[in-house]
């Protein structure tokens, strides 16, 4: 089948595991959600990150099957993490590859049903990388899975080369302002006026912002003063295992 076989192993011995980084409320100042990254919990190695095996599953194409095994996943727990008082959704990435895949929009649907997922939980983070391709089919997909309930997100915010014509055609409900102009906050004017310039189109456009890679307080009140929806980032919780992302939201309520 073309895929990486060390990596084809690892999805048929259930070797990924997603962990959960929380976002957080600033109007609330608590948890509403969180976002699946996947780690490798690989027999010799150890945990591995993202960046040493996605790139590899994104060239194969064993991303495709990999995505179905993490939206199921997310699917699983979701009940846990209601039970744990989750009021909010799981953002799940989408790589442009898994919409090369023609069946992406039903069998989402399918995933969904089979196991019992309420699609107001649900999110998909695209990057604009995603929005550039095959640009047709990748907006019937989403404008299909959108009428489900199911909503996006738009991943990396200022990194890519969307255009504003995309925020516009397509239904994204939320902004995620790239942690490269959180970085730079306060402190560095050009960092500062893109990352208000972002606030105020998200809002202007009637979206939700999030701002990325949030690390300490100075940033918080900068985002809190400039009326930032959700944070997330080191400063309240590293992405962590199912386990303690439970307990995060059991001590939120
Ligand atoms: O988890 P990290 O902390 O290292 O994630 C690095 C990158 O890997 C993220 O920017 C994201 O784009 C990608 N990534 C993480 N989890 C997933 C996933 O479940 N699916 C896809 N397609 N990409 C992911
Ligand atoms: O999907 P995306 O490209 O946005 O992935 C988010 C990446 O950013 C993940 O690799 C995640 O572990 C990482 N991340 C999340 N919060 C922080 C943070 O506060 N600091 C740093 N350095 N990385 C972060
Ligand atoms: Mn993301
Ligand atoms: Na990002």
Known sequence: NGYDPELWRALQREEFELFYQPRIDLRRGS???AEALIR??????????PDSFIPSCEASGLIVPL???IIQEVGKTLPAMKEAGLDGRIGVNLSFR???DRHLAPTIERL???????TRTLEFELTETALCSDEEHVRSTIRQLSSQGVEFSLDDFGTGYSS???LQKLPITTLKIDKSFVDGIPGNPDDEEIVRAIINLAHNLNKQVIAEGVENRAQLEFLIRHDCDQVQGYF???????EQFLSLLNTNR
């Not at 969904?112 to 309420?118: C, I, T, V």
């Not at 309240?236 to 199912?242: I, K, T, Y």
């Open 31 to 33: 948890i509403c959600g």
């Open 67 to 69: 995505g179905y095994w």
């Open 98 to 100: 898994q919409f090369q």
């Open 40 to 49: 490798w919990q690989h027999p010799e190695r150890g945990l591995q990150t």
């Open 164 to 166: 504003f014509s995309l």
């Open 236 to 242: 309240f919780s590293r992405p962590v295992c199912l």
């Open 112 to 118: 969904m049903q089979q196991h019992l997922m309420d």
